[in-house]
């Protein structure tokens, strides 16, 4: 079974600290997802990697194959960054669909 | 942009009622998969459907059934509803299975059941 682990699970940063959020998984994958889910709402898909690393504003995911890792990182931080951040492994077939979630990491980022 | 949208935002029910949550996506994609989302367990998956009419069990089928009688909507049905499904339900789409697409997800239905 492939064990999806996230760590920190709660984190608390002050305003424009350089916040990392990581991702470990057992098994290979096709893919892994970076979701964010601000509270009471739905969620929407930040990064899919499948290597390397990728930017979009100040988010910034990295994914390591061979270590079977990951991260997030936010640069200056911001309390609208403040939200349950997931990551989440594709794979194929089995009884679990085609995603396998990680508990999430609850961000909250104080002025 | 890909719209996923929830019939309920916030639903309360009765114990032995059966609960219908309703999902509609607008991509014409051919995936779409209801979760489940309790704290501390984080997301996990009920059903999901690959084609009209297919389904496929997810982790914690139990005391769920699903339907899709046309591509763009799919149903939750809480046969008799119990404490023990009060929770947040998200619905989700995507184009392709094995996780090479992102899904697309609605804005949840919080569910209480009393």
């Known amino acids: 079974k492939n064990e999806v682990e996230q760590s920190p699970q709660n984190l608390t940063a002050q305003e424009g600290e350089f916040i990392t959020i990581n991702c470990s998984y057992s098994?290979?994958?096709?893919?892994l997802h970076w979701l964010q889910q601000h509270p009471g709402g739905g969620i929407v898909s930040l990064f899919m990697l499948s290597s390397g690393k990728k930017k979009h504003g100040r988010l910034i995911a990295t994914i390591n194959i061979q270590e079977k890792h990951s991260s997030l990182h936010i640069t200056a931080s911001h309390p609208r960054d403040s939200a349950v951040y997931i990551c989440?492994?594709?794979?194929?077939?089995?009884?679990?669909?085609?995603?396998?979630f990680g508990k999430g990491t609850k961000l909250s980022v104080k002025p | 942009d890909v719209k996923v949208t929830q019939s309920s935002r916030y639903l309360v029910k009765r114990t032995g009622e059966k609960v219908f949550l309703e999902c509609v996506q607008d991509?014409?994609?051919?995936?779409m998969f209801w979760y489940r989302q309790d704290p501390g367990l984080g997301l996990r998956l009920i059903y999901f459907?690959?084609?009209?009419?297919?389904?496929e069990k997810g982790d914690i089928p139990e005391g769920y059934s699903v339907s899709r009688e046309k591509k763009e909507r799919f149903s939750l049905i809480l046969e008799s509803a119990s404490t023990n499904q009060t929770s947040m339900y998200l619905c989700?789409?995507?184009?392709?299975?094995?996780?090479?697409?992102?899904?697309?997800f609605g804005d949840g239905t919080r569910l209480s059941i009393l």
């Open positions: 459907s690959y084609d009209v009419k297919m389904k």
């Open positions: 991509m014409d994609h051919e995936n």
């Open positions: 989700a789409s995507s184009p392709i299975l094995g996780g090479r697409q992102p899904q697309h």
């Open positions: 989440a492994v594709g794979y194929y077939g089995g009884s679990q669909g085609n995603l396998i």
């Open positions: 098994v290979g994958i096709s893919a």
